[in-house]
């Protein structure tokens, strides 16, 4: 157990640190998708070669979540954190370095391996050196930092793109990662060196009395279903941010420019979905049954979308923005919240770490699934898709309903 903070200050400061080292995370991992669209022009390659990268990155951040979940619960979530983000960084610098195919798809590929280092022992960090109230507090605040971040990396990049080039919305969070990972290391072991106390080594957990085995997690939760509606979250959410550009590019005739800009709207309801999902969630008591409520929302928006998906933007983007802002607010929810849930069986880490790891599977499929879907049978057929992920995933989380239900009861 890490030293819980007795200071609401450094419970603060605390959460600060999280939500600056979550936010460069997507700084340096968002660029490429944001470019994307510039990168393909540049090197004038097609769609389905452009998204290699991420689809890359996304495969080897959802494997290195199960490795760095397992170890975030056994080694120090500092170091850890620092080493993937300073990682990351230095790829961010060897793309711009080195532009073609050939060298962004390995780094890229390593730069997924180093940001899942990030999110596991980060919740444990929370999860463990937090009070609850300041946990839940804390939750909201780095997802809100991760929208920020997107918002930011999809207004930034254009910029660079219109001024002084693709490479230089590598190269900036390439720098500033860097010197926020040394300011992470530096605080936090301040923090744990002067403000918490000894964590006690009287009383059992749950772990301790019953095994806390992956088989007995699977038994007492329902987490095979929450899986599954995760892998959903992570196609629509992170497919859709990574494809809009494009598909505001060829269906709408908007420039590199503006069609990622137009981009930006998504970090921005999912901003403001969030804190509805937060909300929702104090009203409800259930995460289950609130991403139920989400995913329908999303469904109705793809709905609406459907009928213009090629004649009307502005209703586009708009729906678009909602569907995504639907998925940000089950990505707090089923990623954030729902491991806390774990924290009297010792496994914070490693299940915030299978679970995010569900999410990536889907952001890769999508990274390369919907180009593919698009290519071969129009942007129509891929809004289509997007509505039957969403009503998928609703029915999953339906299912899952009761289980979850008599699972926190027992917690309490």
């Known amino acids: 157990m890490l030293k819980k903070l007795t200071s609401e200050r450094q419970m603060r400061f605390l959460c600060f640190l999280c939500c600056l080292v979550y936010f460069m995370s997507y700084m340096t991992r968002l660029n490429y998708a944001a470019c994307m669209v510039e990168i393909q022009n540049v090197l004038q390659v097609g769609k389905s070669i452009a998204g290699l990268p991420v689809t890359m ?12 979940g397992f170890l975030g619960d056994k080694y120090s979530p500092r170091r850890m954190i620092f080493t993937g983000l300073a990682g990351s960084s230095c790829c961010n610098l060897l793309v711009m370095l080195f532009p073609g195919m050939e060298v962004m798809i390995p780094v890229w590929c390593a730069n997924g391996f180093f940001q899942s280092m990030l999110w596991p022992p980060m919740v444990r960090v929370m999860a463990e050196m937090l009070s609850d109230k300041w946990y839940r507090q804390s939750c909201v605040l780095v997802s809100m930092a991760s929208t920020l971040a997107t918002l930011a990396i999809y207004v930034f ?94 269906v709408f005739g908007m420039n590199s420019s503006k069609s990622i800009l137009s981009a930006a709207a998504l970090p921005v309801f999912g901003t403001l979905c969030i804190l509805f999902a937060s909300l929702l969630l104090g009203i409800l008591k259930s995460e289950v049954f609130t991403a139920m409520l989400l995913f329908g929302a999303g469904a ?21 923005t909602v569907i995504t802002g639907s998925m940000y607010g089950v990505n707090l929810l089923l990623i954030s919240r729902v491991p806390g849930h774990f ?44 509505i039957a992920i969403a009503v998928l995933g609703a029915l999953l989380m339906l299912a899952a309903g009761r289980r979850w239900a008599a699972f926190c009861k027992k917690q309490k």
């Open 300 to 320: 109705f928006a793809g709905a609406v979308m459907l009928p213009f998906y090629d004649s009307a933007s502005a209703v586009c983007i708009i729906m678009m």
């Open 157 to 250: 990049a254009p910029v660079c793109i219109q001024f002084s080039g693709w490479k230089t919305a590598f190269a900036v969070p390439g720098v500033l990662g860097i010197l926020t990972a040394v300011f992470w290391l530096v605080k936090v072991r301040k923090l744990e060196a002067d403000h918490g106390e000894k964590p006690g080594d009287g009383g059992r957990t749950k772990v301790e009395e019953n095994g806390g085995s992956a088989l007995h997690l699977l038994a007492a939760a329902p987490l095979i279903p929450i899986l599954l509606a995760i892998i959903l979250q992570g196609t629509l959410r992170d497919g859709m941010t990574t494809w809009m550009p494009v598909y505001m590019n060829e």
């Open 57 to 68: 990155c996304f495969l080897s951040y959802g494997a290195g979540q199960l490795v760095c």
């Open 343 to 386: 924290a009297g069986y010792g496994k914070v880490s490693t299940v915030s770490g299978v679970l995010n790891a569900a999410t990536y599977i889907g952001s890769s499929l999508s990274t390369y699934g919907f180009g593919a879907v698009a290519e071969g049978a129009g942007w129509r057929t891929v809004v289509i898709l997007w």
